[in-house]
C-alpha cells in the first residue's frame, strides 16, 4: 500500500464532454482557475489539455498553453504542471476506402505534438506509449515506435519527466523498452490508464498484472473512467500507486450530481486519508519524482 499519495487533477481533456456538463473548463482563463482550485483542494499536479474556445474541441494551440500555464505560475498556488503531449494523433478512417483520411483526422508528427513542450517546458509532459482502436467507429490513435523514440528522445533532451500514459498491455511492453534504451529518465514514471474503449478494462485483476510488470523503481499511478474513477482511487492505493481524478475522466461526483475538479480531488482525498494514507504536497511529489524544485 502507498502511504504517501500524489493526486493528479486532469482538468478537461479532448473529449466531446462541454455538452455533457457545464462545469468542464473550455477557455483557458477557465482552465488554469480549475486547476488552482484543484491544487488548493489537494491536487500536487494538474494535468492539462486546451480546447478551442470558440469550438470547444480540443487543440494544439501553443497560445493556448501558454495562456494557461502562465496564468497557473502565476498564481499564488504552488502546483505541479502536467502537460499533455498526445494531441496530433487522431487518425479518422473511411472505412470503405481506408486509404482516405476523413473529417476528425489530426495527424502529425510526434517531435511536432511536442512545440508547447519545447516552448514551456512544464515539469511533466504526457507520452502515450501505443496506437489504439479509440472506441466506436473509425478512428484510431496512432503512435508508432519510431514517433514514441523520437519524442521520448527530445522530451529527454529537453529536461522534462515523461509521463508514459499506458493504455493496453503492450503499450506496457514498449515502454519498458523505452526505458531500457536509456530513452527515459528515472524513475521512470507511468500512468496506468483503464477503462477506455478499447484498451485495458477496469478491473483489478487487469491493473494488477500491469502493476506487476513494471520496471524496478518506477513511479506509477493509475485512474479509470466515469463511476470507476473513484474505486480506481482506492484500488490504486492499495497495489502501491498514485492517482489521477478529473473532468477529463468523469463527470460526476456520484449518480446525478456533476463535479468541479476541486470536488473530485476533495473526495479522492477523503478516500486516502479514510485508508489512513496522507496526500503528498507538491514539493513531496517534486521529491518523489525527482523533478527540479520550484523557481
Not at 514498449?174 to 477496469?202: K, S
Request: glycine content about 10%; overall charge negative; charged content about 20%.
Amino acid at each position: 500500500m502507498n502511504r504517501n499519495v500524489i493526486i493528479t487533477c486532469a482538468l478537461t481533456g479532448a473529449g466531446d464532454t462541454t455538452s455533457r456538463s457545464e462545469h468542464v473548463p473550455v477557455t483557458p482563463e477557465q482552465i488554469a482557475e480549475s486547476g488552482i482550485a484543484a491544487a488548493r483542494a489537494g491536487a500536487a499536479i494538474v494535468h492539462i489539455h486546451v480546447r478551442d474556445p470558440e469550438t470547444g474541441q480540443g487543440s494544439r494551440d501553443v497560445a493556448l498553453y501558454r495562456e494557461v500555464v502562465e496564468r497557473i505560475r502565476d498564481s499564488d498556488v504552488d502546483v505541479v504542471v502536467n502537460t499533455t503531449a498526445g494531441m496530433g494523433g487522431d487518425l479518422v478512417l473511411d472505412p470503405h476506402h481506408p486509404t482516405s483520411f476523413v473529417e476528425g483526422t489530426d495527424l502529425v508528427s510526434g517531435v511536432e505534438r511536442l512545440a508547447h513542450v519545447e516552448e514551456l517546458l512544464p515539469d511533466i509532459c504526457t507520452l502515450d506509449c501505443g496506437s489504439l482502436n479509440f472506441g466506436e467507429g473509425s478512428l484510431v490513435y496512432v503512435s508508432t515506435p519510431d514517433m514514441l523514440r523520437e519524442g521520448a528522445k527530445r522530451i529527454q533532451e529537453l529536461g522534462v519527466r515523461v509521463e508514459m500514459e499506458i493504455f493496453d498491455t503492450g503499450h506496457l511492453w514498449f515502454a519498458r523498452e523505452l526505458v531500457a534504451e536509456g530513452l527515459v529518465d528515472a524513475p521512470a514514471m507511468f500512468q496506468l490508464c483503464m477503462g477506455i474503449p478499447y484498451g485495458a478494462p477496469a478491473d483489478a485483476a487487469t491493473l494488477a498484472a500491469m502493476v506487476n510488470q513494471l520496471p524496478e523503481g518506477a513511479v506509477w499511478a493509475s485512474f479509470a473512467l466515469g463511476a470507476m474513477q473513484m474505486p480506481w482511487v482506492a484500488q490504486s492505493i492499495l497495489l502501491g500507486g498514485h492517482v489521477r481524478v478529473g473532468l477529463e475522466d468523469n463527470l460526476y461526483l456520484r449518480k446525478g450530481v456533476k463535479a468541479t475538479n476541486a470536488q473530485l480531488v476533495e473526495q479522492a482525498r477523503t478516500i486516502i486519508e479514510a485508508m489512513g494514507a496522507s496526500v503528498a504536497t507538491p514539493d513531496q511529489a517534486r521529491e518523489i519524482l525527482r523533478l527540479k524544485p520550484r523557481g
